[in-house]
């Protein structure tokens, strides 16, 4: 930067010209160090580390992302997934932002760093300054626990926690973004020695639509894909997104924002001594208590606090003895079939007005699903597999929230709010070569639809397998039209099915993985994709321990060698998982 120059040929006194020269000098120097100050700042860096399982995390570390920019600092964003535990060590300034998966566990793509972080040869982080943003639902008992451990583990190995952690609930969004405010201008304070990994390019330009501003949708098509005889109610549905300007990916999910049973609010209110005309103060919003209820608030499943109050009100013995002694297991066996109704009835006298039950109530959630149709194939319509959930219990009938808003409620006249979820790693191979290994027993095939759809289109070369199963398959083999064209015409390159019901000895997909594990271990070889959809409870581990076993025995492994094989799969995002 060059210094001013002032005209000295000019009307000036000498004294003049000499405070002249001082003050340009000054303002020079002045310029100078701000100059170099904003350079500085420009160039500190933050880090966003992201655990993520059905991509809110992800979404939250890019509006992080986006105000951090805005105070001049280099936000790197990576899922957890994308670093090694020692990077950890040169970095200044980081945010961790993480879901909690299931119950109480790590996210799918945090498991493996956190398992580095928290072994014992970790090595310490003095100069780290930190903060985290747990992600979590308070009707789980371990709430936010994956943020807990993060928070304690990061303290432990000596960081410097530089605010607060925040616990976020379902409705995440206005404390998240309150965090991301408060938090960002105390990272304003790091130096410009911080490691730097190297960012990927920004995400695309947010839908217009979401949790808050969903998309009215239409229903086009709701048939059945299991058989009328079926032990279960499966569904297919098509919903029109014309003229929303949204698009998909196979490996998306939608969310769908249900309405409550009328029947249920009914009940509900007679229960707790209200009439439903009683108008509430919702959101801001004067409504009926009786709307308030149908569309606002969850219902069927009671919340913590709905449950300590009647046990309050009620003097149930058996339930105040199972709250009091803390055991988690004895009270969801106590509540396995109860859903709210059904403890208001069991536990007479407990009428609340409108204003306390309200309290005492969650927002009504989105409900996710895995989508079953290509966004190539079909752009203006999105496809649904979803199992109607209906059953029987204190002597009552009992219906799922949303599926059976979709199965029951939706006409053609019904608005399907929704929006979607981008699951940026449950993807088709980008290879078109490679071969793709499927797991997806019952309504786990949807995203496979999509993927072999997906595939079809390209016209992807790659070899491609499926693993299906349900009960039945004279009832349950849903899509068996599709598929088995697929298989005829060289497309699905194998069709493994496991109906466990169809014979004496039950059996599942995995036993089928195991059946054929020298073919499904050579096709990893030649750098197939294994991707698993379904029950995160049983069938995902079951399918887990398979491939383990599976690995181990026809690669000549260790125990300890087929652990870093499949560590080494989902590192390259070669094992991916969508379970639930």
């Known amino acids: ?15 003049q010209r000499a405070w002249l020269s001082g003050f340009f000098a000054g303002m020079h120097t002045h310029m100078i160090q701000s100059a170099g100050a904003a350079q500085q700042t420009a160039s500190r860096v933050i880090n966003i580390l992201y655990g993520s399982q059905t991509g809110n995390a992800e979404s939250v570390a890019n509006d992080a992302a986006t105000i951090a920019k805005a105070h001049g600092l280099k936000p790197v964003v990576k899922g957890m997934d994308e670093i090694e535990a020692e990077t950890l060590t040169g970095m200044e300034s980081l945010l961790v932002i993480t879901s909690t998966y299931g119950e109480g566990e790590m996210p799918d793509n945090a498991q493996m760093l956190w398992d580095a972080v928290k072994d014992e040869a970790m090595p310490r982080l003095e100069k780290l300054q930190y903060s985290v943003l747990a992600l979590g639902d308070t009707s789980y008992d371990l709430f936010c626990q994956a943020g ?47 490691t730097v990994v190297e960012a990927e390019p920004q995400a695309a330009e947010k839908s217009l639509y979401s949790r808050k501003n969903p998309f009215p949708g239409k229903m086009l098509v709701n048939r059945l894909v299991t058989a009328a005889s079926s032990s279960k109610e499966t569904r297919h549905y098509e919903i029109s997104i014309a003229d929303s300007g949204m698009t998909y990916e196979a490996g998306d999910a939608l969310c769908v924002v249900p309405t409550n049973c009328p029947d249920l609010v009914k009940d509900i209110l007679q229960a707790i001594g209200c009439n439903g005309d009683e108008n509430e103060f919702v959101h801001g919003k004067l409504m009926p208590f009786s709307e308030a209820l149908r569309t606002q608030f969850e219902i069927k499943t009671p919340s913590k606090e709905l449950i300590e109050e009647v046990a309050s009100r009620s003097g149930n013995k058996e339930l105040n003895a199972i709250l009091e002694s803390g055991d988690k297991d004895k009270l969801a066996d106590y509540l396995w079939g109860r859903d709210t109704l059904d403890l208001l009835r069991q536990n007479p006298g407990c009428e609340f007005s409108a204003a306390e039950f309200i309290e005492l109530l969650k927002p009504l959630q989105h409900r996710a699903y895995s989508i079953s149709s290509s ?35 939706v006409d053609k006249n019904t608005e399907v709010r929704c929006f979607f979820t981008p699951n940026k790693v449950f993807r088709v191979p980008e290879d078109n070569s490679l071969p793709m290994i499927m797991v997806g027993p019952g309504t786990g095939v949807a995203p496979f639809r999509a993927f072999l759809q997906e595939r079809e289109h390209r016209g992807a070369a790659g070899k491609n397998w499926l693993f299906f199963g349900d009960r039945n ?11 088995e064209a ?40 030649e750098g197939g994709y294994f991707f698993v959809c379904g029950d995160a409870y049983r069938m995902a581990k079951d399918v887990d321990k398979a491939l383990h076993d599976l690995i181990a025995k ?18 390259d995002k070669r094992y991916v998982r969508d379970v639930y």
């Open 554 to 571: 026809h690669g000549n492994m260790s125990e300890q060698q087929a652990i870093d094989y499949v560590n080494k799969l989902k590192k």
């Open 1 to 15: 930067m060059k210094t001013p120059q002032i005209p000295f040929d000019g009307p000036y006194s000498e004294n």
């Open 375 to 409: 966004g190539r194939v079909y752009p203006d319509t999105v496809h649904l597999t979803v199992a109607s959930v209906r059953y029987d219990s204190f002597d009552r009938h009992h219906k799922g929230v949303c599926s059976t808003f979709l199965a029951d409620l």
């Open 473 to 483: 398959a004279a009832t349950d083999f849903m899509y068996r039209d599709e598929l």
């Open 486 to 525: 697929m298989q005829e015409k060289g497309f699905l390159t194998r069709l493994d099915l496991a109906f466990s019901r169809d014979q004496a000895e039950k059996v599942y997909v995995q036993d089928k993985m195991i059946e054929h594990g020298a073919e499904l271990f050579a096709w990893l070889e």
């Open 148 to 194: 807990k451990e993060w928070d304690q583990r990061l303290a432990e190995l000596g960081a410097q926690r530089i605010y607060e952690r925040t616990d976020c609930d379902v409705d995440f969004e206005e404390p998240a973004e309150a965090w991301i405010k408060a938090v960002v201008p105390f990272m304003s304070g790091g130096t410009t020695t911080a």
